[in-house]
């Protein structure tokens, strides 16, 4: 059961690979001020990113598989 759902869960990472969102779309998705995604990203805590440029007004994303490993990471069982 568990092997089944981890690889569910590949399949399901390896098809949103390549898409990505914005600092705001990130927000809006997590529920999360831009100012804790800013901060989670200049502390390295819970998102990967990539960064084009290495310019201050560079875009940041984050992938949607990246996203979907957080949710993933932090649901919470309820009994």
Do not use: H, P
Not at 12 to 40: E, G, H, M, P
Not at 41 to 60: H, M, V
């Amino acid at each position: 059961m568990k092997d089944e759902k981890k690889e569910m869960e590949d399949r399901l990472f390896a098809i949103f690979v390549c898409l990505v969102l914005s600092r705001k779309q990130v927000s809006k998705a997590l529920n999360k001020s831009l100012s804790t995604i800013d901060r989670w990203r200049k502390q390295s805590i819970n998102l990967e990113y990539s960064k084009s440029g290495d310019a201050k007004n560079s875009t940041i994303e984050y992938s949607i598989s990246e996203i979907a490993r957080y949710i993933v990471s932090n649901k919470i069982k309820v009994l």
